[in-house]
């Protein structure tokens, strides 16, 4: 009995590929940039009519600088990036010692004999 013959296929390894328009340009980061410019020219009757088009050569430029690959997150943007970030430090990633309120001394307060005497009690050495 013969093998049948199988046909090789070439099968493309990413198919999640973004629409590129050219020079680091995709459809995103058009889409991205026109976004973000909407949402900012809304505010546009806030600014002193010289200042109109500064603030939008800035907003487009700061649009086009988010959508661009971070350099210390790679596979992400920098607007994501910058987003992890505050996520992350509302996590509680750091949070303040307590202390009672005895700890807390302003040295802008206290006179020259109120810091020696609380030297003399702690031992510490005074600023």
């Known amino acids: 009995m013969e093998e049948p013959a199988y046909e090789t296929y070439q099968i493309a390894m990413e198919i999640k590929s973004e629409t590129y ?8 980061d058009l889409a991205f940039i026109g976004t973000y410019w909407f ?16 603030y939008t050569v800035l907003n487009v430029l700061v649009a086009f600088l988010l959508t661009r690959k971070s350099i210390k997150n790679p596979g992400k943007r920098l607007y994501q ?4 970030a505050v996520l992350a ?3 509680g990633a750091y ?3 307590e202390r009672s309120y005895d700890e807390i001394i302003y040295l802008e307060e206290e006179s020259p004999q109120e810091r020696a005497e609380r030297t ?3 031992g510490e050495g005074g600023i």
């Open 89 to 91: 430090s509302r996590d």
């Open 95 to 97: 949070h303040a010692r």
């Open 39 to 54: 949402f900012f020219s809304n505010f546009e009757f806030l600014l002193h009519e010289a200042l109109v088009l500064p």
């Open 81 to 84: 990036s910058l987003l992890y």
């Open 120 to 122: 003399a009690e702690t």
């Open 21 to 28: 328009f050219g020079k680091g340009i995709f459809l995103f």
